[in-house]
C-alpha cells in the first residue's frame, strides 16, 4: 500500500546554509539506519520535506523502527504516491484509502491539503472541502470535525501527490554531525549511557572511554560496557571505545591517599585521561552521567572538585534528573537490562566506607602530592595501551 515515507523535521533555527547542513546529515543518518532493512530504498529532499522512497517489496516495521532512531526526525508519514491525473481520480483514489484505512470504524476526520504545486487548478481550501465531502459520501460510518478529529486525511500536491493520515512520532533533536564530537565517560551503569543518548539527540558525535580495572574487574564486565556501547551506537552512529587499564592508577591511588578521598581523586585522573582520548579525537567536551547528589562523588563540591582538572566543558544532560526519570530513558533506548546486569566496574570496587562529599580542593591537591613521583607515567601508559573497540549498533 505504501509507497514512501513522508518525514517531517523541526524547522526552527534552521535558515539558509544551516538548512541544507540539516537536511544533508539527516538523509545520510537515514541512509545509515536503513542500511540493514530489507528492500531498497530511495531518499529525496523536496521542500521542506524527505521522502523516503521503497521500490518493491519492504520490510514496513523495520523499516519504521530504523526511521524512529533517526535523530532530527520529527514525524513519519507512511504515504500513498499518486500521480497527478485530475480531481476526479484523485477523489477516487482518497475515498479508497479511507475505506481501507479505516473501514467501517465511526470516526471523526478533517481533511489538510498543503499545495506546494502552484499551478495546481484548485486551491488547497477547495480541494479540503471537495475531497470531505467525497469521503461523506462514500463512507456513512465517518463525520466531518474540523476542531479534534479523531484523524487527519493529508494531502500534499507536489509533482506527485502524496496521500497520508498516520504521523508515527520520530525522536526529535538533530541529526548526528551537526554539532561537533564528544567524548563520553561510559560505565556499566545506567546512567552514562543515558547522557551519551541526550547528548548524541542535539546531533553530537560521541566517543566514549571505559576505565577497567582487571583482575578486579571481569571481562564479562567489560562486555557489558561494549555492548551498552552498542546499543547506544544504534542511534548515535560507530562509537569509538577506548578501553583503558586503570589498575594500576588505581592501587596507586589506594596506597598513598586518604581513603575518604579515593573517589574524587581516582575521579580526576579519569577525567585527565579522557581529555587525553578527546584532544585526540577531535572532541569539544565531555560527557558524564553524573547527576547532583545521587552519590558521594555527585554532590555538587564533589563536581567542583573534579572539573577544576578539565580544560574541555563538560556536559552532564542528567545533572537534574531523579534516578526514576533516568531509569525510563534507559527503559525507552534498551539499555537498563543491560546496565543492571552484576558484573562490576571500577567505580565500584575501591569505595571507601566514608567518602567524603565536601571535598576541599586545597586538601585534595595536597593528597596528590604524593602521587607526583610516578602518576605521570602511569597516565601515559594507560592512554598508550588502551584497546580501541569499534562499537556498531
Do not use: W
Request: proline content about 4%.
Amino acid at each position: 500500500m505504501y509507497k514512501a515515507f513522508l518525514i517531517k523535521y523541526a524547522e526552527i533555527a534552521i535558515k539558509g546554509k544551516n538548512r541544507y547542513i540539516f537536511e544533508d546529515a539527516l538523509v545520510a543518518q537515514i541512509k545509515y539506519q536503513l542500511r540493514n532493512v530489507e528492500g531498497k530504498f530511495r531518499i529525496a529532499k523536496e521542500s521542506g520535506r524527505i521522502f523516503v522512497y521503497t521500490e518493491g517489496e519492504f520490510d514496513y516495521e523495520e523499516a519504521i523502527e530504523a526511521l524512529k532512531r533517526v535523530f532530527g526526525i520529527f514525524s513519519i508519514c507512511p504515504a500513498v504516491v499518486l500521480e497527478d491525473e485530475g480531481f476526479e481520480k484523485l477523489s477516487q483514489d482518497v475515498s479508497s484509502y479511507v475505506k481501507k484505512l479505516y473501514g467501517d470504524k465511526e470516526l471523526t476526520f478533517k481533511v489538510n491539503t498543503r499545495r506546494n504545486k502552484k499551478a495546481y487548478p484548485m486551491q488547497s481550501m477547495e480541494v479540503s472541502s471537495e475531497l470531505g465531502a467525497v469521503i461523506l459520501d462514500n463512507c456513512p460510518n465517518m463525520k466531518v470535525d474540523v476542531h479534534h478529529p479523531d484523524v487527519y486525511v493529508n494531502v500534499e500536491i507536489r509533482n506527485k501527490i502524496y496521500l497520508y493520515s498516520e504521523n508515527i512520532p520520530g525522536p526529535g533533536g538533530m541529526p548526528l554531525g551537526t554539532n561537533g564530537r564528544a567524548m563520553l565517560l561510559l560505565s556499566g551503569g545506567i546512567d552514562s549511557p543515558v547522557a551519551g543518548y541526550m547528548i548524541a539527540k542535539r546531533g553530537v558525535i560521541i566517543d566514549a572511554v571505559y576505565f577497567h580495572a582487571p583482575p578486579y574487574t571481569s571481562e564479562r564486565a567489560k562486555q557489558k560496557v561494549v555492548d551498552l556501547a552498542k546499543l547506544v551506537a544504534k542511534y548515535s552512529g560507530p562509537i569509538r571505545l577506548h578501553v583503558v587499564n586503570f589498575t594500576d592508577i588505581q592501587l596507586y591511588i589506594y596506597d598513598q591517599c586518604p581513603h575518604e578521598e579515593l573517589t574524587i581523586i581516582m575521579r580526576r585522573y579519569m577525567m585527565k585521561i579522557a581529555e587525553e582520548f578527546a584532544k585526540k579525537d577531535g572532541c569539544l567536551g565531555l560527557i558524564t552521567g553524573e547527576s547532583i547528589g545521587q552519590v558521594a562523588s555527585q554532590t555538587i563540591h564533589s563536581l567542583a572538585a573534579t572539573n577544576e582538572v578539565c580544560t574541555m566543558p563538560v556536559f552532564r544532560p542528567v545533572i537534574g534528573f531523579d534516578k526514576q526519570e533516568i531509569v525510563d530513558v534507559a527503559l525507552k533506548i534498551n539499555t537498563y537490562e543491560t546496565s543492571i546486569l552484576p558484573y562490576e566496574d571500577c567505580c565500584t570496587i575501591f569505595v571507601a566506607k566514608h567518602p567524603v562529599t565536601k571535598p576541599n580542593l586545597q586538601a585534595i591537591k595536597r593528597s596528590e602530592v604524593k602521587l607526583q613521583e610516578k602518576i605521570e607515567e602511569m597516565m601515559k601508559e594507560a592512554v598508550e595501551t588502551a584497546e580501541t573497540i569499534l562499537c556498531e549498533g
